[in-house]
Nanobody, 125 residues
Framework: QVQLVESGGGLVQAGSTLKLSCSAS????????MGWFRQAPGKEREFVAA????????WNGDVGKGRFIIAIDHAKNMVYLNMNKLKPDDTAVYYC??????????????????WGKGTQVTVSS
């Protein structure tokens, strides 16, 4: 049974740094893309970043360009999202996802098969 478990969320001040973790288990993720999405209250879920399991190639969405970095630790089966210079607009539930996604589909949540339950990030001004 595939499980994606997020952790690392919390309440921080604007300008702070936060590192989210996603523990992936239940199958081999070779060939998969691992993504981070977020959803704020009253808003649609939006793409944050993704990374290819096999070659670590990252893809950043507009929301985190220049501030967020996605990474994988293959030995631990962990996916990380390092978030810098956080803003109040970054407040959301952050979700980890996995799927067999082509290059043109990384930013669509419909292309991801497995999802975690999310971790809350709240940024105060």
């Amino acid at each position: 049974q595939v499980q994606l478990v997020e952790s690392g969320g919390g309440l921080v001040q604007a300008g702070s740094t936060l590192k989210l973790s996603c523990s992936a288990s239940g199958r081999t993720f070779s060939g998969y893309s691992m993504g981070w999405f977020r959803q704020a209250p009253g808003k649609e879920r939006e793409f944050v970043a993704a990374i290819r399991w096999n070659d670590n190639s990252p893809w950043n969405g507009d929301v985190g360009k220049g501030r967020f970095i996605i990474a994988i630790d293959h030995a631990k089966n962990m996916v990380y999202l390092n978030m810098n210079k956080l803003k109040p607009d970054d407040t959301a539930v952050y979700y980890c996802a996995a799927g067999l996604v082509g290059d043109t589909g990384l930013e669509s949540d419909r292309n991801y098969l497995y999802w975690g339950k999310g971790t809350q990030v709240t940024v105060s001004s």
